[in-house]
């Protein structure tokens, strides 16, 4: 995976690596993560550009199916929006 910084965001090229062969992120000194944000965060910066083309709702709600579908995991509606909206605001904050 390739990162790059777009204006105030980070985007990542997933060409050369399969979502799958991303690792899911552990914190060393507790338990596992219960969902898979490293891919998730990868994903969208990947998708960047069309999830801030719709309103919000819409891209939390194609985040959770894609969650869903990739991933075989389902977080709820409102544990994606509060991944997802500090992304939409620090980007819109940039005109991005």
Request: overall charge positive; hydrophobic content about 40%.
């Amino acid at each position: 995976m390739k990162a790059h910084l777009i204006g105030h965001c980070v985007a990542a090229d997933l060409d050369d690596e399969p979502v799958e062969a991303l690792a899911h992120s552990r914190n060393p000194r507790g338990r596992p993560q219960k969902f898979a944000w490293d891919k998730f965060y990868a994903e969208v910066a990947a998708r960047r550009d069309d999830l801030l083309g719709m309103k919000r709702d819409a891209a939390i709600q194609t985040m959770v199916g894609w969650f869903e579908k990739t991933l075989g995991e389902k977080p709820g509606f409102t544990t994606v929006k509060e991944k997802l909206v500090p992304i939409f605001r620090r980007c819109e904050l940039n005109g991005n």
